[in-house]
């Protein structure tokens, strides 16, 4: 049985190391989706080599279907939507010589206060003298220009700032606005966001009925949504005391026992958790093997909630089965008192007295006085009779 038992353990620790690792242990992947890009307008930026560039929210699909929206960060790279790209630590951006090394965090700050992370209502209400508000147009122009002025060094032309695509002036001035803003003193940075991950540790573990078998360690930068529990009737997830847990009560760093009553059979349950948390806002892409097939590298800007998950499980065996005990039942003693005996004992005999006991009674020195007195009387007798025969 313990063998057969342990082979199980292993064989469910196998089956659940896959949803117990990382979520984001594998490298995040997609490509540029161009059916789903928003086009803004054209823009005019100081650089005699560009010109006017089209700007555009790109389109991106990660493997996994989720859809994001990208803008680029590296404008004299083309890009090529054939290639798949990889998610990267900024660290990693390919040109060593960027400004987009020392302005990350100034980019991610135009991210997440620019076009889409702010709606276009929030960006009109904060500019009220555009001209019937913020469109998209112009607000993609902007932030995408804004990027750029970071990323790459180059700055809108302030007496042209957009170009002849049905742009007109008032657009232009819209656009300069919002552009002024991202870029301006307002923008102190925001640090680089750690990707979300969620991860159950270990993947199993075995042990015995009547007691708490564990603890599993959540670590998770997101907020768990779920609590699915595959577990036999009576068995609890619960912390070290005994306490149940809940989806709501489980953050990082939380450990989680299955409790099994002691009346358990042999047995196995599992778990998962659930985090739905969204790719982050300024994460970057790099196209795969860069050094050979070079494409425009780009920044995360609209983002989706993701789903993960990971989940752990155990084995226990029934507790030992106490064979019931057997009184045993001593009869009790019956003592037997011996017969009594009534002996009537005879009358103590006077024993003589020892020389070293104190007297008591009569002397012993009367008979002796009396023999003496006897013997005397004998012989003045005797002297009488003789002293009468002469006579």
């Not at 590296?74 to 054939?82: K, L, V």
């Not at 170009?163 to 991202?182: F, I, K, P, R, T």
Request: glycine share 10%.
């Amino acid at each position: 049985m313990p063998n057969r038992i342990a082979a199980a353990v292993v064989g469910a620790a196998a089956l659940l190391l896959a949803s117990g690792a990382p979520a984001t242990a594998e490298p995040v992947t997609g490509s540029v989706d161009p059916d789903a890009n928003v086009i803004g307008y054209l823009v005019n930026v100081g650089d005699d080599w560009l010109g006017t560039i089209p700007t555009n929210l790109l389109g991106f699909a990660l493997s996994d279907g989720t859809k994001l929206g990208m803008y680029c960060v590296e404008i004299h790279t083309d890009i090529d939507d054939e290639r798949d790209m990889v998610e990267q630590p900024w660290d990693h951006y390919p040109d060593e010589d960027s400004p987009f090394h020392e302005n990350r965090a100034k980019i991610n700050w135009v991210l997440h206060h620019g076009y889409p992370a702010q709606s276009l209502a929030a960006l009109t209400a904060r500019f009220p003298a555009a001209h019937d508000g913020i469109d998209v147009f112009e607000a993609v122009a902007a932030t995408q220009a804004a990027v750029w002025h970071f990323s790459d060094g180059v700055d809108l032309d302030r007496t042209d700032p957009l170009s002849g695509d049905g742009s007109d002036e008032q657009d232009a001035v819209d656009a300069l606005a919002l552009y002024d803003y991202l870029t301006g003193a307002e923008n102190t940075g925001i640090g680089e966001q750690s990707a979300p991950a969620l991860a159950v540790s270990p993947a199993g573990l075995s042990g015995a009925a009547g007691g708490r078998i564990g603890p599993f360690t959540v670590t998770t930068s997101g907020t768990i949504e779920e609590l699915t529990a595959n577990l036999p009737d009576g068995v609890k997830i619960t912390d070290a005391d005994g306490t149940e847990w809940t989806a709501a009560t489980i953050t990082d760093g939380a450990e989680l026992f299955l409790d099994v009553p002691e009346g358990a059979a042999d047995g196995a349950g599992s778990f998962e958790l659930t985090v739905s948390s969204a790719v982050d806002t300024g994460r970057l892409f790099v196209g795969q093997d860069y050094a050979r097939h070079p494409t425009q590298s780009l920044i995360v800007a609209k983002s989706e909630k993701t789903t993960l998950t990971a989940g752990a499980g155990a084995e226990w065996t029934a507790a030992p089965t106490t064979p019931p005990t057997t009184a045993t039942t001593t009869p009790p003693t019956t003592t037997t008192a011996p017969p009594v005996t009534t002996t009537t004992e005879a009358a103590p005999v006077p024993q003589p007295k020892n020389d070293d006991l104190a007297e008591t009674g009569a002397s012993v020195f009367a008979p002796i006085l009396i023999g003496l007195l006897l013997v005397g009387g004998g012989i003045g007798t005797m002297l009488v009779i003789r002293h009468r025969k002469p006579a």
